[in-house]
């Protein structure tokens, strides 16, 4: 019984500490003709699962060609901190969490 509880504790510690709880301020795409980027800002929080004041902001590229409906783009490129630029991310929720864990938070 004591062992069943103690493991149950040392799960919760570790799903608890290893969380990202980082909190999404805004996420907005601009751009048109030939270039369009889409830049995420989020704010980290501390281990107590405060908000922190400090902020993190990612950012991620397409470039287009053509015009009006014959506009294509050819993909977007991967996300990026922008603190860290040569660092990539396949998606932003990896980039908030590997930017707010650089500055001691999460």
Partial sequence: MIKKIFMALCITAISVT?????????SKEMGKNDAKNQTVV?????????????????????????????????????WQDLRTPGKKYSDWRSAASACCRAKGLR
């Fill in 42 to 78: 989020v704010k980290c929080t501390t281990d107590t699962g405060k908000v922190s004041a400090q902020t993190c902001t990612l950012r991620r590229y397409a470039k287009c060609s053509g015009t009006g409906t014959k506009k294509t783009c050819n993909g977007w490129q991967p």
């Fill in 18 to 26: 290893g969380a990202n709880a980082y909190q999404l301020l805004s």
